[in-house]
């Protein structure tokens, strides 16, 4: 039986890249139910004929017809790759606007690199003044993770008159107060289980920002309020997962922003940093590179993909970006001075 695995993390990539080739790696758009985009597989096989034209053996296109008749429609875009003996798979960050494939000794696993920084779990919540409803948002969408249930004593603020009044009202606060405090527990516990780092909160403006207020207090998960809609509200769930993406995203494009203009000011002042192919390769070769950067528009398969292997193999962390300043679309931040 064929072993098949998603790739989760750089882990997963890095030990793909080890695996003996060839491959064959295909990158192709997942149409959704009802959109006239094309059916899957007609979509899959114009593609095959064309991987198998490129020396793709039969054992590795049967596994791709494996993986393409088990794809769902979760995600946007995926990427597929097979040697003769296992296969594996992944979901990708945006739409592309066709399919594209290689096939030759290492696999193609730059798309998957790139995604990487927007494929952070999510913890979510709906919440209320009662408690909240908890997600898990990832590249395949929401799920659900389970429900909060706090107190509902005296939750709604009285609006009688009368010696008693400020005091159900003071009451009611301090009910809300610990409903929050149950909820911000119940998402640092989730966020732990999941390796969560962010939490999108949407619901009551009220409830969402004394959750906020709770998970700042402590160091394991940030809490992000965004209005997405309320619990019981049918697109609250799609709407929260559609916010998280968004944040994951800007805080990728933040990170590379910030590598890039490191890189950028380092080989200005030719100190620790070089470019180009030639000189990028030696300094992997000799073990320097701390940061390898590509540039995802110049890429070169498989020069690239086998840069980022060996990169990685030395502990190196790679960078991919758009437009970057160097030759040949290559370069490196090193360990040591350059020579």
Partial sequence: MIHVAELGGVQDVHDRYHVVGPHATVVMPVPKPGVHTG????????????????????????????????????????LLSASDESA??????????RS???????????????????RDTVV??????????????SSAG???????????????????GGWSQSRHQRHSEVVWDRNAHLVAEAIEALADRTSARLAMLTGDERATNLVAQRLSRGKHVAGC??????????????????????????????????????????????????????LTLDAIHDRRVRELFLDEEAAQYPLFDAAARDAMDQGAD???????QCLDGMGALLRVPTR
Avoid at 57 to 74: F, I, N, P, V
Avoid at 147 to 159: L, M, N, P, S, Y
């Fill in 39 to 78: 059916d899957l597989r007609d979509r899959w096989h114009a593609v095959r004929n064309n991987i198998a034209h490129d020396g793709a053996s039969r054992a590795m296109l049967e596994h791709l017809d494996a993986l393409t008749a088990g794809l769902s429609a979760t995600a946007e875009t995926v």
């Fill in 142 to 160: 929401p799920t659900r993770a389970g429900e909060v249930h706090g107190e509902d004593e005296f939750v709604h603020k009285t609006t009688r």
């Fill in 124 to 137: 979510g919540a709906i919440v209320d003044r009662l408690g909240a409803d908890l997600l898990v948002l």
């Fill in 225 to 278: 309020p965004t209005e997405a809609g309320g619990r019981h509200e049918p697109e609250t769930s799609r709407r929260l997962h559609e916010a998280a993406m968004a944040a994951l995203r800007q805080r990728h494009a933040a990170r590379l922003q910030e590598l890039c203009g490191r890189f950028e000011e380092a080989l200005g002042r030719q100190d620790r940093a070089v470019d180009g192919a030639m």
């Fill in 88 to 97: 594996v798979w992944s979901a990708l960050d945006g739409p592309v606007p």
């Fill in 318 to 324: 790679v960078v991919l970006a758009s437009d970057l």
């Fill in 100 to 118: 594209e494939w290689h096939v030759g000794p290492v696999p193609w696993l730059l798309p998957v690199l790139g995604s990487l920084g927007v």
